[in-house]
């Protein structure tokens, strides 16, 4: 037996956190622990000598015959994941929006999704339960801003896919991603209806950054949106809002306290916090560790005031699936009957990739998808050959689509991805959240 490839180490305090990529075990071991494990790991006469802690390390991927095995798991867990008869949709109710924030991709054209098309829509949701394999139905609205056309299109959608989803004894969720602006009271209570119950709220910094990017006309938003958010987890202890904070190098620095003192104590549980890079200033600013080290501090003090934390990270434990884009079963569909696959891509001619007949059928452009479900986005040499596999996945459909599908790949995917947080931390908090879960159930 050999050590992994996807084992990861870092320190903590005076320990050492191990953590296997492929199985996501994870440990904590004192110095001469670890010195030991990582001598028996190495030496097959140790590993005879002390069968029961070989075997541990084994059953937890520490150990393993052959790396190739470890690639077959690998690929078995995405098969599984695309296998979980899971369907997940993506609508865009509309590209228009209430705020122009200077870094959007999106171009923000006038217009609506129109009754055909929702009708269109009805029928593909129609086919996709009728092969009676759907356990659960995930759906997703994304625009420009939804909550534009809440009434006219997310509600009706929404409670139709619902009404399927109770008929077929399948499980339904509902998610947005949303500037929460538009969020009234009567909204709030359709949002319970049809279980809307994931928000995903973006604020740009402190309340005086966020307010010199996302305004009314001059009318500041910030109040208003955290009090829609307040007042929706108020009314329904089952949603859960994803604040997505946005910074630069100089926002970053602001103080965040405004958050704290709005959001009452018992609410909290309910937000999991984001911080978000401006990709598009990226580049002049760079990484740097006075920006780690603050976003740290504002992640603690968060964390320590009942916050939950969302870490914008190159890695994530493997699950099989990377992002929702990466499934086979998934589409977005635009508010004019065009397919697409992946939302950080403006909706554009040349990004679609099909389109939703009026029989309900998505028709692809044989062209641009071919290889999508073939095998997994990962399964590259490139990929293949490098030890953070299992800790990042391989690249995003998005940036296969644009050049991973080539034979031979020449770049990696972390050359294109903007994050403060780098492995170490992410194996710290992952260790933290598994010590919580497992306090929780002893």
């Known amino acids: 037996m050999i050590e992994s490839s996807y084992n990861y180490y870092t320190p903590q305090n005076e320990n050492m956190l191990c953590m296997n990529g492929v199985t996501g075990a994870v440990f904590s071991l004192n110095e001469d622990e670890y010195n030991f494990m990582k001598k028996l790991m190495a030496d097959g006469t140790l590993q005879k000598k002390y069968p029961d802690l070989t075997n541990k390390l084994t059953q937890t991927h520490f150990l393993t015959e052959n790396m190739n095995k470890e690639i077959t798991y690998l690929r078995e867990k995405y098969n599984k994941a695309n296998d979980s008869g899971v369907w997940h949709l993506i609508l865009n109710p509309t590209q228009d929006c209430n705020f122009r924030c200077w870094y959007c991709y999106e171009k923000h054209p006038k217009g609506r999704m129109q009754p055909e098309t929702m009708e269109r829509v009805k029928r593909l949701v129609d086919n996709i339960f009728d092969k009676g394999e759907i356990k659960h139905f995930s759906l997703g609205w994304f625009g ?102 946005n910074y630069n190098t100089q926002s970053i620095q602001n103080d965040f306290s405004q958050i704290l003192d709005c959001i009452p104590a018992y609410l909290r549980s309910q937000f999991w916090v984001q911080f978000q890079r401006i990709w598009q200033t990226y580049d002049k600013e760079g990484s740097d560790e006075a920006v780690k080290k603050i976003l740290n501090e504002n992640s603690a003090k968060l964390k320590e005031c009942g916050f939950r934390l969302s870490y914008n990270t190159l890695y994530s434990l493997f699950r099989g699936i990377l992002c929702y884009a990466d499934r086979i079963n998934y589409a977005n569909i635009n508010y004019d009957g065009n397919v697409y696959r992946c939302t950080a891509k403006d909706y554009t001619p040349e990004n679609s990739l099909g389109y939703i007949s009026d029989e309900g059928n998505i028709m692809w452009d044989k062209n641009k998808t071919e290889g999508i479900g073939d095998k997994a986005f990962f399964d590259n040499p490139l990929c293949l050959s490098c030890k953070y596999l299992a800790v990042c996945g391989g690249p995003c459909f998005s940036k296969w689509w644009s050049g991973f599908r080539k034979k031979n790949p020449t770049d990696c995917f972390f050359n294109y991805l903007k994050a403060d947080t780098d492995l170490s931390t992410f194996i710290r908090e992952y260790y933290d959240s598994r010590k919580k879960k497992l306090v929780k159930y002893c």
Do not use: W
């Open 144 to 245: 420009g801003e939804p909550l534009l056309y809440f009434k006219e299109v997310v509600y009706p959608i929404s409670m139709y896919i619902k009404q399927c989803a109770e008929k077929h004894g399948a499980q339904f969720s509902n998610s947005m991603t949303t500037n929460g602006f538009l969020l009234t009271e009567d909204i709030i209570q359709k949002c319970m209806e049809i279980r809307l119950n994931e928000l995903q709220v973006t604020l740009d910094g402190d309340k005086e950054a966020h307010n010199k990017v996302r305004n009314q006309k001059g009318e500041p938003s910030f109040d208003k949106i955290l009090q829609n958010c307040i007042a929706l987890t108020d009314a329904s202890p089952d949603t859960s809002i994803k604040l997505r904070i």
